[in-house]
């Protein structure tokens, strides 16, 4: 899958799980319980365990499965080629880090990197930035989103924090592309219930589609 495509199925399926976990086999668990829902793309985050084991076995497994499997919480260049090496179609990061998007774009791979302010929705954007991660969303707010696309109404936003089943419709509705959520999407993991995973995923992406259709009827 190449970078156009990767783009292409953050924001047509608009959910992306922010996966954390003990061990490498719980990622994977969550991860499982997730596609089954229906989203179809993930973020490993490099706070798991042998994160890079993660990304290799879900990369493997999904290759040939529309699948987008991504690296999250890459602090600079040298974890983004790490994450790369092991079969990361996409970079998530906290902050803007110009190294991490250069060599991001070295390699044709999506970069999102987290923004918290028009200047730098600006900087990244000028490194080449496709969508821009609005981090962290409970601080900023869906306003934020419509501050942005007032003068710049090209920027594709990803709220990350604070996304949950009961705000997921506003954060869209504001003009944003893709979400992220974590806590309250895989929070059951912490007593192995993946069955909870699996539903939530469906009705983050049922709502997700909703709300874009709602949308483009307005």
Not at 95 to 114: E, F, Q
Not at 156 to 161: A, D
Not at 193 to 206: A, G, M, W
């Amino acid at each position: 899958m190449n970078k156009d495509q990767v783009i292409k199925l953050i924001c047509d399926n608009g959910v992306v799980p922010i996966i954390r976990a003990n061990n490498e086999d719980q990622a994977i668990r969550i991860s499982e319980a997730c596609l089954e829902g229906g989203i179809q793309s993930l973020e490993i985050t490099f706070t798991v365990p042998k994160a890079h084991k993660v990304l290799e076995r879900l990369a493997d497994r999904y290759i040939n499965e529309g699948i987008a499997i991504g690296a999250g919480t890459v602090m600079d260049s040298e974890t983004a080629r790490i994450a790369i090496l092991s079969g990361a179609s996409f970079v998530v990061s906290p902050y803007l880090n110009d190294n991490t998007v250069r060599l991001c774009n070295r390699y044709r791979i999506a970069c999102l990197p987290g923004v918290m302010s028009i200047n730098e929705v600006v900087q990244a954007m000028e490194l080449g930035v496709d969508i821009l991660k609005l981090f962290p969303g409970e601080v900023q707010g869906t306003n934020m989103i419509k501050a942005i696309k007032g003068p710049i109404p090209q920027a594709k936003i990803m709220p990350t924090g604070g996304v949950s089943l009961e705000n997921v419709a506003d954060w869209i509705s504001a003009g944003a592309v893709a979400v992220g959520t974590g806590g309250s999407l895989i929070a059951s993991a912490k007593t192995e219930d993946y069955k909870t995973i699996t539903e939530l995923s469906r009705q983050f992406v049922n709502k997700v589609k909703e709300a874009k259709k709602e949308l483009n009827q307005l």
